[in-house]
């Protein structure tokens, strides 16, 4: 008798929370729908940028690519002879060489700038914007290349490392402008960062070779005397001894 009786209130139980589930619904149905138009939506949504991303991406890598086919191109002197039937140079389907390094960059700056610009964010705009960068640099167009290494920083991150070289560009950029101060600013900031892509003992050295211009021989002395004690293997060692012994005399 107690089996039967328990057997009852379990198919009451039941019952009764089935019916409380459909009432719920009922009651829930046009919020419950809109939840599950929100939800498609969102999906259809992260599709639909992934699509685009990674057309994006390969637009850029693209972009990137036409633009480093003019910074990579040789550069041959006018009358040079032996370099018949060599690669493209300033555009891809185009033939021959650069007769001048500046040439080569002045064709190299507009296609790197475009793809930069057309791609921002993206791995290959990123690139594109460091070595315009460099680019522009090497032209002797110090304000622009400062600005532009600072934007790869920027959309790069400070310790990522295109960022990490960017800030390394930056102040050899502002060295070779003559902005020393500055220069010795950006070399002093990453000497102290928590940064494994930097290179200390590269920095130590610019940093040093700065103070030296600067005439501040105690400056350069610490820098010069931190290679020599914590980095003795670094290439810049014998550089450094050599430097110190000058200072002394």
Known sequence: MKRI???HLKENDLAYTLESARDYLE???KTIGLVAVVV?????????FNLWRSRSAVAGDRALAEAMVALNAQVVPA??????????AAAIGATGTFATEEAKLNAAVPKLKAAADA??????????RYHLAGALAALGRHDEAIATFDQVVSQAGATSLYGTMARLGKADAQARAGQIDAAIESWKGMTTANDENIPVDA????LAR???QKGNADEARKAFTEIVDKHPDSPYSPEAREELENLKG
Do not use: D
């Open 5 to 7: 009786e328990r057997k």
């Open 203 to 206: 920095v130590l050295i610019q």
């Open 79 to 88: 009358g040079v002879e032996g370099f018949e039937g060599v690669p493209a």
């Open 210 to 212: 700065a103070y030296v």
């Open 27 to 29: 009651r829930r149905q």
């Open 119 to 128: 791609h921002p964010g993206t791995s290959a705009g990123i690139q594109a």
């Open 40 to 48: 498609v939506v969102a999906v259809v949504g992260a599709l639909g």
